[in-house]
């Protein structure tokens, strides 16, 4: 199904408004005329700044700066665009977060997910860079730069409001009543798709991999990421620049002529690296994504694992400690009168009951004192003691791994059946008591 003969009209006589089109458009009768047909023929509100969004997405040739007019679309294009638009129910979501600083990674797919270095023109598909340059003649995607470096990109469905003009300007549609200095302790720096996308790549032990822990222990940073949404009335992101990312000069011989260009800065890996990642398969994202939805994952191990990826200097390391609380902790620790009666471990300290869960979560007697060690470390920073010493990358990576190793642990544990919380983590206490 396409636009009908009246859409198409009337979208050709927009076509024909000569540059630099009228002072406003919304006013502008050619332009009503396209909004009612869009509520008279889809049964939606009449459509206003979705409209102006749209037809600036498909270079409505009055808009578009001299001599570049060839980037306007067809009418009879834009109408079956528009047409489209209109009735759609679903749109595809697309998040592009380039890996700055990442060594020679392999192709990697998961889920909606995948890990590649593309072309300058495979970047060009993903990024819309025609609807870009309508939109913003002015700003192009130097998909030539960006192309140097690997991305990881996440598409996810998401359904549509009916209603185009609450799409497109949806702080029209707020209440003014609500309070918009709330927090919503459920969102991340980034959106869902992309903080589960990253915590399944950080479940792998980059730490183990770097060869330059001192300079960082991470195999990629990620420092933003772009989304594109398909739906035409959603104005898109501005393009990013890849001056934003780790570049480095690059001197080649040209016939004896040195020519300097320019590359992406790598950190490199071992050659575990490769072996490991050959892991990171779709049926390993599955196993991931089946761990989080069991009550294991109930508390925000994701979001401050992920969080101290993306952090730095201290704020990292207490991300990482409390990813480990959020993992192993219960209230109870810090409240008796929760605890069963009789109590069968009374007297122990919050903290050592942690150490304890963790000791029987990894296998391991060492990671008791290593936890033991860094929550000191904690401690003495919050309570702002006076002799808290310089943070070394030792300790600065087993806090990583560290947090790591039990978010891990947990998947292998939540596989094994979904049980409650509270029961897993007295048995995980049961078990590591004896290593204090």
């Known amino acids: 199904m396409g636009a009908n003969a009246a859409m198409i009209a009337v979208v050709e006589d927009l076509w024909r408004i000569p540059r630099p089109g009228p002072k406003n458009l919304l006013r502008a009768p050619r332009f009503n005329a396209l909004s009612e047909l869009c509520s008279a023929e889809y049964g939606i509100d009449k459509p206003v700044f979705a409209l102006s969004t749209a ?49 020679d990674l392999p192709v990697m797919t998961f889920g909606r997910s995948r890990v590649a270095q593309f072309s300058a023109d495979e970047l060009a598909v993903l990024f819309d860079a025609p609807r870009i340059e309508r939109t913003m003649p002015n700003e192009p995607l130097d998909a030539r730069r960006l192309a140097q470096f690997q991305w990881l990109v996440i598409e996810e469905e998401i359904a549509l409001d009916p209603q185009p003009e609450k799409r497109a300007s949806p702080w029209l549609y707020m209440a003014m009543n609500r309070d ?13 798709a992309v903080e589960a996308a990253l915590f399944y790549l950080i479940l792998a032990p980059w730490e183990d991999w770097s060869t330059m ?14 989304t594109v949404d398909e739906d035409l009335f959603i ?64 508390t925000p191990i994701v979001h401050f694992l992920v969080r101290a990826f993306l952090s730095d200097g201290i ?32 007297g122990m300290k919050a903290t050592n009951r942690v150490a304890a869960r963790i000791g029987a979560l990894l296998n391991d ?36 791994s560290l947090a790591r190793r039990v978010a891990a642990g947990i998947v292998d544990v939540a596989l094994q059946g979904p049980r409650p919380r509270v029961e897993v983590l007295s048995e995980l206490l049961d078990q590591g008591a004896p290593l204090l």
């Open 55 to 103: 037809l600036r997405s498909l270079g409505l040739p009055c808009h578009l700066p001299a001599g570049k007019t060839h980037l306007a679309l067809d009418p009879v294009v834009a109408a079956n665009a528009l047409d489209e638009a209109c009735r759609r129910k679903t749109s595809v979501r697309r998040h592009l977060c380039p890996l700055d600083l990442a060594d």
């Open 180 to 192: 918009f200095g709330e927090i919503d302790p459920h969102l991340g720096q980034f959106p869902p």
């Open 213 to 226: 822990q001192e300079v960082d222990w991470r195999g990629f940073r990620l420092p933003w990421i772009h």
């Open 315 to 346: 704020d990292e390391v207490m991300a990482h400690m409390t990813a480990i609380e959020a993992a192993v902790g219960l209230e109870m620790d810090h409240k008796a009168f929760m605890r069963p009666k009789p109590d069968p471990h009374k």
């Open 365 to 400: 007697r060492s990671s008791v004192q290593a936890y033991k060690d860094l929550f000191e470390l904690r401690s003495q920073f919050i309570h702002g003691r006076a002799d808290l010493q310089k943070i070394s990358t030792q300790q600065r990576v087993l806090a990583r």
């Open 235 to 298: 104005r898109p992101a501005t393009p990013p620049s890849a001056d934003s990312l780790t570049l480095e000069p690059w001197i080649v011989d040209d016939d004896g002529e040195e020519i300097e260009l320019e590359r992406a800065t790598e950190l490199p890996l071992s050659d575990d690296a490769k072996r490991g990642l050959a892991l990171m398969t779709d049926q390993a994202w599955r196993v991931v994504e089946a761990a989080r939805a069991t009550p294991l994952f109930e």
